[in-house]
């Protein structure tokens, strides 16, 4: 167990400091582990933002309320950082947005983390290529859509609760959009 957390440590560290395009491009390719690493690094710098007032200090701010399953789960809340959205760029350490769930006592928890880029921001620079990062491909979505975007690519990490349907799936089983009041 020890060898494995020095080993996922050591990649993060070594991915971080490959940079943001590295990630992106997925020039990384940890094997087997791969999901963990990126839940590591991105449960390491999300941590700062467990608390939604230090999120929303950060440029994070909630759009498109609470976004519920067609038939099942949810997405839950999505506090977007705009100028990281427009950046173009994707890197591990800097979500465009972090995912909060409200709980019945009204109090937010952090749920995970989920990175977007715009299908023409990222086709205008790596054409012919879907994103990824640290292996983990991203979904796209199409326009129009029902969040009113342009086509873009999406990656949920669902780094802080864990989901029976995957860690990198859109709609998580266990989030539930039945308690969000946005009066609070």
Not at 41 to 65: I, P, S
Not at 69 to 91: I, K, Q, T
Request: hydrophobic share 40%; charged share 15%; with cysteine.
């Amino acid at each position: 167990m020890r060898k494995m957390l020095l080993f996922v440590c050591g990649l993060a560290a070594y991915s971080v400091s490959l940079g943001p395009v590295a990630f992106a491009q997925g020039h990384l390719h940890p094997g087997a582990s791969g999901h963990n690493a990126l839940v590591q690094v991105v449960r390491e710098w999300t941590a700062q933002y467990k608390d939604v007032a230090a999120a929303e200090l950060a440029e994070y701010h909630l759009m498109f309320g609470c976004v519920s399953g067609s038939d099942a789960g949810a997405m839950g809340l999505h506090y977007v950082n705009l100028p990281l959205v427009l950046d173009g760029e994707l890197d591990p350490t800097r979500p465009e947005i972090m995912l909060y769930e409200q709980l019945p006592s009204g109090k937010l928890q952090i749920t995970g983390a989920d990175f977007l880029v715009f299908a023409s921001d990222w086709e205008a620079k790596h054409p012919g290529t879907t994103p990824q990062l640290m292996g983990q491909l991203f979904h796209h979505f199409e326009a129009p859509n029902r969040f009113g975007l342009p086509a873009f690519y999406t990656l949920h990490v669902w780094a802080w609760k864990e989901n029976p349907s995957g860690t990198f799936v859109n709609w998580h089983d266990n989030v539930s959009c039945d308690s969000f009041n946005p009066q609070q």
